[in-house]
């Protein structure tokens, strides 16, 4: 079974500019998360939806953040205008049911604003 | 804000050793898991473990829970190379409205040296 993908693996962007991160999750899961993760921070959850809704944004830091899950194959995570602590890289996770269960994470795309 | 903190922050040993990591916590919790993150990767499920129960096993990997210190370890006996990764702890939580999610400590860097 194909596990969550997460395109691009890496972006490198000026300062100003729209970053756009996607996400794939596993068939069947009902639940997605966009989490962050920084030396400095750790591992943040920013926003998790539920059957494609958003439940949980409190995460995101910022209006510059948003994100959007159109059907239950895909998501998306926008950074608009990117900002260069904005660098760091972000995960996409997706778990069955409950969103305390087991998550499945994709490898993450590495995001360098310069 | 983080919930499980893991200690040591880094642990070094030699192949065949075992290896302890420890996960503290605030707030009262349903279950308590734990991941693995290989360099560049993104977090794989090892194993979860429920507040009713305060031992499990799975293969080379031994965690216990104690809810009233609030805490938990991972073993991981006879060490390997391969075993070389970050190791966090999350647990359940409560998000808006109630939902669930999880929260990750900042993790325990350990490396395996043959």
């Known amino acids: 079974d194909a596990g969550v993908i997460q395109s691009p693996r890496h972006e490198v962007t000026e300062m100003g500019q729209e970053v756009t991160l996607r996400c794939k999750p596993i068939?069947?899961?009902?639940?997605l998360f966009w989490y962050r993760q920084t030396m400095m921070r750790g591992l943040e959850l920013l926003i998790y939806f539920n059957n494609n809704v958003p439940i949980d944004d409190s995460g995101m830091p910022e209006d510059r953040f948003s994100a959007k899950m159109p059907n239950a194959s895909f998501s998306t995570l926008k950074i608009q205008p990117s900002e260069p602590r904005d660098s760091a890289v972000y995960f996409c996770?997706?778990?069955?049911?409950?969103?305390?269960?087991?998550?499945?994470f994709g490898d993450g795309t590495r995001l360098s604003i310069l | 804000s983080q919930q499980g903190e893991e200690d040591p922050q880094a642990l070094s040993i030699q192949e065949g050793e075992n290896a302890t990591m420890n996960c503290s916590y605030k707030t009262s919790i349903n279950n308590l898991q734990w991941y693995r993150q290989n360099s560049g990767r993104g977090l794989v499920h090892l194993i979860l473990i429920r507040s009713n129960e305060r031992e499990k096993h799975s293969g080379r990997l031994r965690v216990t829970l104690d809810t009233s210190k609030k805490s938990s370890s991972l073993l991981i006996t006879a060490s390997r190379a391969a075993d070389t990764a970050s190791y966090f702890c999350a647990t359940d939580a409560r998000g808006r409205g109630g939902s669930e999610k999880l929260v990750f400590g900042k993790g325990t860097k350990l490396t395996v040296n043959p």
């Open positions: 068939s069947g899961h009902d639940y």
């Open positions: 996770a997706s778990s069955q049911h409950r969103g305390n269960q087991p998550q499945h």
